[in-house]
């Protein structure tokens, strides 16, 4: 359990890292592409296109193969289709090549999350922050190293580096998440495995929905921040490239505490009230971050937003995957990341009406609808009780 546990935190980790490393370089690849910011937001809709539309794929192959080997080979491809952005010249092409780097981020989600799931059943325990945690924080060492290399590498020598981390990383992990087999649940008194439906009525997928519907309202604030943050601040608030990196690095690293702090605080509280208190956080940050007049005022409200989404999109997978297996995760997952492909657009074309400043205030407001939601389906999300509490391994 312990190996197992390792091998799927290592590829989690390395999805995140890799994903940083390329959105901190998106300022650099505007300019080679000279995209403004509406066509820029279009071709950043490749990623979220490509992860939408190989996620329901991607749980069915899981189902068939399993999701160990599917995460090693989406893993592959991940990091080979990361050094093909710096490789064009206009937003046609980059959007076309992050249509392959989305279809690979989206498949390794909703493997490794498959994996997770299985082995949250297992342990009995609510340890999904904790994976989760693991991506935020290759995300923030993938965001610092990128604004570190920002002045002395260009976005090709910088993203092919992360090509060879991530096929490295792979070779290394690889092997041991193959080595071990998905943990079966314990089964209850009635037949069913902990963990898993198998009757898959009506009530059983509108709650699966509803989950996936707060991974949307979380997944767009993170894919903003991602794809927007660090323009935000070099072109907003006149940053130098390497300080806007910063940004993603303090929200990212505000989400990697909230996540290692995760289980504890679902322990405590509960799923429902996790979602509403994080989003009503998430809420406040992303108001202060996005209105700030100071680079600091905005950088700390970066920092309260990635806390206060922290452990949403990891309760909302978990419980869709805890009902429906692979299944409910693809769901969740196709739900959440179609908040990454609004987002891009939406916010591309409201910063061309607006302000980039008033585009992102839509993160604080989706977050308050991910409170409302988790507000009004809290009695519907009780009738699935979580799993018992943990029992000492053997």
């Not at 799931?117 to 693991?134: E, G, K, N, Q």
């Not at 920002?150 to 991530?166: C, I, K």
């Not at 997952?333 to 302000?355: H, R």
Request: aromatic share 6%; with cysteine; proline share 6%.
């Amino acid at each position: 359990m312990t190996r197992l546990r390792i091998a799927i935190t290592t590829f989690f980790a390395l999805d995140g890292f890799v994903f940083a490393g390329w959105v901190v370089r998106i300022p650099a690849i505007k300019h080679q592409t000279n995209a403004s910011a509406s066509s820029l937001g279009l071709a950043l809709l490749g990623v979220s296109a490509g992860a939408v539309v190989t996620m329901t794929l991607t749980g069915r192959l899981c189902r068939r193969y399993g999701a160990h080997p599917v995460t090693i080979v989406c893993a592959v491809l991940l990091s080979l289709s990361v050094a093909l952005p710096p490789l064009t010249h206009s937003a046609l092409a980059l959007g076309a090549v992050l249509l392959v780097f989305g279809a690979a981020y989206g498949g390794i989600n909703v493997a490794f999350n498959s994996a997770a799931v299985d082995l949250v059943a297992a342990l009995r325990r609510p340890i999904m922050p904790s994976f989760h945690a693991a991506f935020s924080l290759g995300g923030m060492i993938g965001a610092g190293l990128g604004g570190l290399v920002a002045g002395a590498l260009s976005p090709t020598q910088h993203l092919l580096g992360l090509t060879v981390v991530g096929l490295l990383v792979t070779a290394i992990a690889g092997p041991m998440l193959l080595r071990h087999e998905p943990p079966r649940p314990v089964e209850r008194p009635d037949g069913t495995a902990d963990g898993t439906t198998r009757r898959r009525d009506g009530r059983t997928r509108g709650l699966v929905v509803v989950f996936g519907l707060i991974a949307l309202c979380t997944a767009y604030g993170e894919g903003a921040m991602a794809d927007w943050g660090a323009l935000h601040l070099e072109q907003d608030l006149d940053t130098s490239p390497g300080l806007a990196a910063v940004g993603y690095s303090c929200f990212a690293l505000a989400m990697t505490v909230g996540r290692l702090t995760g289980t504890a605080l679902l322990e405590r509280l509960g799923h429902t009230r996790t979602v509403v208190t994080g989003g009503t956080v998430a809420t406040a940050g992303m108001l202060l971050g996005s209105l700030a007049p100071s680079v600091w005022a905005a950088l700390l409200g970066f920092a309260v937003t990635g806390l206060g989404l922290a452990n949403l999109f990891p309760v909302a997978v978990e419980r869709a995957g805890m009902l429906a297996g692979p299944s409910g995760v693809a769901t969740a997952s196709t739900l959440g990341y179609g908040g990454m492909l609004l987002g891009p657009p939406a916010i591309g074309f409201m910063a061309d009406w607006f302000s980039l400043s008033t585009a992102l205030t839509s993160v604080a407001a989706l977050a308050a609808v991910a409170v409302l939601i988790g507000v009004t389906t809290r009695r519907a999300a009780a009738g699935r009780p979580p799993a018992p509490p943990a029992r000492p391994a053997r």
